[in-house]
């Protein structure tokens, strides 16, 4: 009984750790071309009244397949810093395949770990989080497609299933333009339905505005370029 008592306040700690971060981060997600030496940087904030140690480093999480891990080739300055409260410091990291590099999609991981410190005169460690920002990167041509496997509304709900046959990890945005019988712009609305990865499938739902034209438009694109297009009456 000791035992799981002991196992439940180590996980109750280990979760809400992260509750008690000291540090903020931005950008959270990279997404870079690799046909060229790459130079990104990270802001990191220390948004305690104590001074806070950081770590710095790169690595890849269990699903990242080796062959496609990022992490092997990103380089990182400064790997050690100390932040002033209230202070904020840089973090470059450079990014270099080999030419041998197949082309494709890769991924990696590039933590920010906060250092515990002793609590002066109790002998105690500070709770301290580990950020960890994604970075994609792509070598070749990128080349965009997805396929419509149903679309249709039922009972003013908008369903749309969809597989992304990109040769990438894609961000996708679907954008619903209300026509009148004319053809003229009633309202808009854009759904970002967030990163897919290859070959992977989704379903978007969305509840339609009941009172808003005869048709809508149905629009897909990534980065701006438009992969599907489609008007369904709406009356």
């Given at each position: 009984?000791?035992?799981?008592?002991?196992?439940?306040?180590?996980?109750?700690?280990a979760?809400?750790s992260f509750?008690?971060?000291?540090?903020?981060v931005?950008p959270?997600?990279?997404?870079?071309s690799?046909?060229?030496?790459?130079t990104e940087?990270?802001?990191?904030?220390?948004n305690?009244?104590?001074?806070?140690?950081?770590?710095?480093?790169?690595?890849k999480?269990?699903?990242?397949?080796?062959n496609?891990n990022?992490g092997q080739?990103?380089?990182?300055?400064?790997?050690?810093?100390?932040?002033?409260?209230?202070?904020?410091?840089?973090?470059?990291?450079?990014?270099?395949?080999p030419?041998s590099?197949?082309?494709?999609?890769?991924?990696?991981?590039?933590?920010i770990?906060e250092?515990?410190?002793?609590?002066?005169g109790?002998?105690?460690?500070t709770l301290?989080?580990?950020h960890g920002?994604?970075?994609?990167?792509?070598?070749?041509?990128?080349n965009?497609?997805?396929?419509?496997?149903?679309?249709?509304?039922?009972n003013?709900?908008?369903?749309?299933?969809i597989?992304n046959?990109?040769?990438?990890?894609?961000?996708l945005?679907?954008?619903?333009?209300?026509?009148?019988?004319l053809?003229?712009s009633?309202?808009?609305?854009?759904?970002?339905c967030?990163?897919i990865?290859k070959d992977?499938?989704?379903?978007?739902?969305?509840?339609?505005?009941e009172?808003?034209g005869e048709v809508l438009?149905i629009?897909?694109?990534?980065?701006?370029?438009?992969l599907?297009?489609?008007?369904?009456k709406?009356k």
């Amino acid at each position: 009984m000791r035992r799981l008592i002991n196992i439940f306040l180590f996980l109750f700690i280990a979760i809400n750790s992260f509750s008690f971060f000291n540090t903020g981060v931005a950008p959270g997600i990279f997404d870079i071309s690799l046909n060229r030496p790459t130079t990104e940087e990270v802001i990191v904030i220390n948004n305690s009244k104590e001074v806070v140690k950081v770590k710095v480093y790169s690595g890849k999480e269990k699903s990242i397949k080796e062959n496609e891990n990022l992490g092997q080739w990103l380089r990182v300055y400064p790997r050690m810093m100390t932040l002033k409260p209230k202070g904020e410091r840089r973090v470059k990291f450079t990014v270099r395949i080999p030419k041998s590099a197949k082309d494709g999609e890769y991924k990696g991981i590039l933590y920010i770990e906060e250092i515990p410190t002793v609590i002066k005169g109790t002998g105690t460690l500070t709770l301290a989080g580990r950020h960890g920002l994604t970075v994609y990167g792509f070598k070749g041509k990128e080349n965009y497609k997805v396929d419509i496997l149903d679309i249709k509304i039922e009972n003013q709900e908008l369903k749309i299933d969809i597989k992304n046959n990109s040769n990438k990890s894609i961000k996708l945005k679907v954008k619903l333009n209300y026509l009148n019988y004319l053809g003229k712009s009633l309202n808009k609305e854009e759904i970002n339905c967030g990163r897919i990865g290859k070959d992977a499938e989704i379903q978007v739902r969305k509840v339609l505005k009941e009172t808003l034209g005869e048709v809508l438009e149905i629009e897909l694109t990534v980065k701006g370029q438009q992969l599907y297009k489609q008007n369904i009456k709406l009356k």
